[in-house]
T-cell receptor, first 110, second 118 residues
Framework: LAKTTQPISMDSYEGQEVNITCSHN???????ITWYQQFPSQGPRFIIQ???TKVTNEVASLFIPADRKSSTLSLPRVSLSDTAVYYC???????????FGAGTRLFVKA | NAGVMQNPRHLVRRRGQEARLRCSPM?????VYWYRQLPEEGLKFMVY????????ESGMPKERFSAEFPKEGPSILRIQQVVRGDSAAYFC????????????????FGPGTRLTVL
């Protein structure tokens, strides 16, 4: 299983863009990169998934360099409600067994 | 369309008692996954079930833990003779399709059951 490393916590202010980088040096050829968001007392919620280059949806963008050894989740113009834990996962075959690490705790301040 | 439902949301048990956690998947979903989350840690996979079948239980402790997903009714995670170390949040997820290689975005998580063992 590919191990991921992310910052433990980050602070930001409302309206700013937040970039959370995840390192996954031993990512396998067939692994996808997925990001989840988890609010206190709730289950994780899927944000975005990608394999290479850039993926964008209505919530976030995911940047993946050519070597795929890292990825960056970009949240545009965060609000207080974006305060949560963000998990970077690198999927093995049958992604349900992918290990959720400790994640990055994002604090958005007014 | 109701999401994944779990009950109870909070469960308190004394050491040695049994804990039963229930999960009702989203309508139309026949694949259920259970995860455990210790305080300040990420989720860890426990077991994957389809209706009436355990597909992968590689994350389940060898003793005291069992899971089922009967033809009718919710999936049940059962912990016998609970110990303090079992205190955690237990999350259930469901999916419509079976897990595919590298695909993790088809899982929908429930709100979790927080088990406290006194």
């Amino acid at each position: 299983l590919a191990k991921t490393t992310q910052p433990i916590s980050m602070d930001s202010y409302e309206g700013q863009e937040v970039n959370i980088t995840c390192s996954h040096n031993n990512i396998a050829t067939n692994d996808y990169i997925t990001w989840y968001q988890q609010f206190p007392s709730q289950g994780p919620r899927f944000i975005i998934q990608g394999y290479k280059t850039k993926v964008t949806n209505e919530v976030a963008s995911l940047f993946i360099p050519a070597d795929r050894k890292s990825s960056t989740l970009s949240l545009p113009r965060v609000s207080l409600s974006d305060t949560a834990v963000y998990y970077c996962l690198v999927g093995d075959t049958g992604g349900f067994k992918t290990i959720f690490g400790a994640g990055t705790r994002l604090f958005v301040k007014a | 369309n109701a999401g994944v439902m779990q009950n109870p949301r909070h469960l308190v048990r004394r050491r040695g008692q049994e804990a039963r956690l229930r999960c009702s998947p989203m309508k139309g979903h026949s694949h259920v996954y259970w995860y455990r989350q210790l305080p300040e840690e990420g989720l860890k996979f426990m077991v994957y079930l389809q209706k009436e079948n355990i597909i992968d239980e590689s994350g389940m402790p060898k003793e005291r833990f069992s899971a089922e997903f009967p033809k009718e009714g919710p999936s049940i995670l059962r912990i016998q003779q609970v110990v303090r170390g079992d205190s955690a949040a237990y999350f259930c997820a469901s999916s419509e399709l079976p897990p595919a290689e590298g695909d993790t975005d088809t899982q929908y998580f429930g709100p979790g059951t927080r088990l406290t063992v006194l």
